[in-house]
């Protein structure tokens, strides 16, 4: 089978048709459904279109024969904001039944995720109450948003993500999320952000293997990992490239954090559709057009 943005839609569909639950309570059910609409939404990903009604002008052509009904504008933009908890129902299940789950090896990092330019955007935006200003040291500037934190396989399948004010150190958020984690058996690799008895006597308290680079003032243990913590940078590269992160365009807490968890479903969709028709892990450019 070839890699087609036909074929992974279809595919997706069937796997996640079947556990999402079902809409519930008066009036008429909608003419797209819930998981009709989440796919509808990992080709917007997959087509690089960040803006909804650009990808709604092209879609009816390019995916009409797919979707009979395609919502305004409107209508899909609310509905999708309200998608946020199904859309990481989705990643959790896509993970678990990847064969890349099973592999013993976890990389950590985080991105920024911006979500503003100016000062007056900080003061008026409804994010002002859960966004901050953190620095990406990666490119040397400052960015007012928050931080997508991931913890994945090797592949770049999402095992676990949460986004935090950028604001918010490194080690704290990481504890947030991986917080009851049970790594009994797996190694966590992770960059020099993560340095620190404390927070290694965490990761050791969820029975993981903590691996990171050594810094410049400590003795060798592990040495500079690069070649292997490049796996996590591609996978952000991926993330910021065909999938358009920096350009979420939400609004909103639930409309970043639905926006955000679809471009990660994009990724985890087309890392199960490969490993199922035995493409490479990472080859998105198929699904492109």
Same mark, same amino acid.
């Given at each position: 089978?070839?890699?087609?943005? =036909?074929?992974?839609?279809?595919?997706?569909?069937?796997? $996640?048709?079947?556990?999402?639950?079902?809409?519930?309570?008066?009036? *008429? +059910? +909608? @003419? &797209?459904? =819930? #998981?009709?609409? %989440?796919?509808?939404?990992?080709?917007?990903?997959?087509?690089?279109?960040?803006? =909804?009604?650009?990808?709604?002008? $092209?879609?009816?052509?390019?995916?009409? *024969?797919?979707?009979?009904?395609?919502?305004?504008? +409107?209508?899909?933009?609310?509905?999708?904001?309200?998608?946020?908890?199904?859309? #990481?129902? #989705? $990643?959790?299940?896509?993970?678990?039944?990847? +064969?890349?789950?099973?592999?013993?090896?976890?990389?950590?990092?985080?991105?920024?995720?911006?979500?503003?330019? /100016?000062?007056?955007?900080?003061?008026? /935006?409804?994010?002002?109450?859960?966004?901050?200003?953190?620095?990406?040291? /990666?490119?040397?500037?400052?960015?007012?948003?928050?931080?997508?934190?991931?913890?994945?396989?090797?592949?770049?399948?999402? $095992?676990?993500?949460?986004?935090?004010?950028?604001?918010?150190?490194?080690?704290?958020? #990481?504890r947030q999320m991986l917080y009851g984690l049970d790594l009994q058996g797996y190694t966590v690799l992770?960059? @020099?952000?993560?340095?620190?008895?404390?927070?290694?006597?965490?990761?050791? /308290?969820?029975?993981?293997?903590?691996?990171?680079?050594?810094?410049?003032?400590?003795?060798?243990?592990?040495?500079?990992?690069?070649? &292997?913590?490049?796996?996590?940078?591609?996978?952000?590269?991926?993330?910021?490239?065909?999938?358009?992160?920096?350009? *979420?365009?939400?609004?909103?807490?639930?409309?970043?954090?639905?926006?955000?968890?679809?471009?990660?479903?994009?990724?985890?969709?087309?890392?199960? *559709?490969?490993?199922? %028709?035995?493409?490479?892990?990472?080859?998105?450019?198929?699904?492109?057009?």
């Amino acid at each position: 089978m070839h890699a087609t943005l =036909d074929a992974l839609t279809t595919a997706l569909y069937v796997q $996640i048709d079947d556990f999402l639950p079902r809409r519930r309570g008066p009036g *008429h +059910p +909608p @003419k &797209i459904t =819930d #998981a009709e609409l %989440i796919c509808l939404a990992v080709c917007q990903m997959l087509m690089g279109l960040p803006n =909804d009604r650009q990808f709604l002008a $092209i879609a009816g052509y390019r995916l009409g *024969h797919l979707f009979p009904y395609l919502p305004k504008q +409107p209508g899909y933009n609310k509905r999708v904001r309200r998608l946020g908890p199904s859309i #990481a129902a #989705a $990643i959790t299940h896509l993970a678990q039944v990847s +064969p890349s789950f099973c592999d013993n090896l976890r990389l950590l990092d985080s991105t920024p995720v911006p979500c503003g330019q /100016s000062r007056e955007t900080a003061k008026r /935006s409804e994010l002002a109450g859960s966004t901050g200003y953190g620095y990406c040291a /990666s490119h040397s500037r400052y960015f007012w948003g928050y931080r997508l934190y991931l913890l994945c396989a090797p592949d770049g399948m999402p $095992i676990r993500f949460e986004l935090f004010a950028a604001n918010l150190g490194e080690r704290d958020a #990481a504890r947030q999320m991986l917080y009851g984690l049970d790594l009994q058996g797996y190694t966590v690799l992770a960059d @020099k952000g993560f340095a620190g008895e404390d927070f290694e006597a965490f990761m050791a /308290s969820l029975n993981a293997n903590f691996v990171r680079p050594d810094r410049k003032d400590e003795p060798v243990r592990y040495g500079a990992l690069g070649a &292997i913590r490049q796996w996590i940078e591609s996978v952000f590269w991926t993330c910021k490239g065909q999938l358009t992160l920096e350009r *979420h365009a939400g609004r909103t807490t639930p409309g970043v954090a639905a926006r955000v968890g679809l471009r990660l479903l994009a990724l985890s969709a087309a890392l199960w *559709h490969n490993q199922q %028709i035995g493409q490479p892990g990472r080859h998105l450019a198929a699904y492109g057009y």
